[in-house]
Nanobody, 125 residues
Framework: QAQLVESGGGLVQAGGSLRLTCAASGRALRRPAMGWFRQAPGKEREFVAAISGSGVTTIYADSLKGRFTISRDNAVNTVWLWMNNLKPEDTAVYYC??????????????????WGQGTQVTVSS
């Protein structure tokens, strides 16, 4: 079974940028839709961005449009989340998720059956 491993988190100043990487091992990324979610302390997990299995369709949380970009390369089984102009409120653990049952992107955590371990993003003011 594939494993999803996130990397790229860290500490950054407000206004800075980070690129998160989600690498899948053990199984091709060709079909599943992929999503990024985040969870801040004391808050529920929230949708960040998702991309269809083909990579053609992307969706974003309204509040993050224009600052975050999701992309994928199935040839190397990798999904990225590019985060620009980061703000302290972006501080959270970011999770990569895969939906192996459909190819369409979804904003709903329940649609994703596989999750990575998460990577911490901390934005200082």
């Amino acid at each position: 079974q594939a494993q999803l491993v996130e990397s790229g988190g860290g500490l950054v100043q407000a206004g800075g940028s980070l690129r998160l990487t989600c690498a899948a091992s053990g199984r091709a990324l060709r079909r599943p839709a992929m999503g990024w979610f985040r969870q801040a302390p004391g808050k529920e997990r929230e949708f960040v961005a998702a991309i269809s299995g083909s990579g053609v369709t992307t969706i974003y949380a309204d509040s993050l449009k224009g600052r975050f970009t999701i992309s994928r390369d199935n040839a190397v089984n990798t999904v990225w989340l590019w985060m620009n102009n980061l703000k302290p409120e972006d501080t959270a653990v970011y999770y990569c998720a895969a939906d192996w049952t459909r190819g369409s992107a979804s904003t709903m955590p329940v649609d994703y059956g596989q999750w990575g371990q998460g990577t911490q993003v901390t934005v200082s003011s």
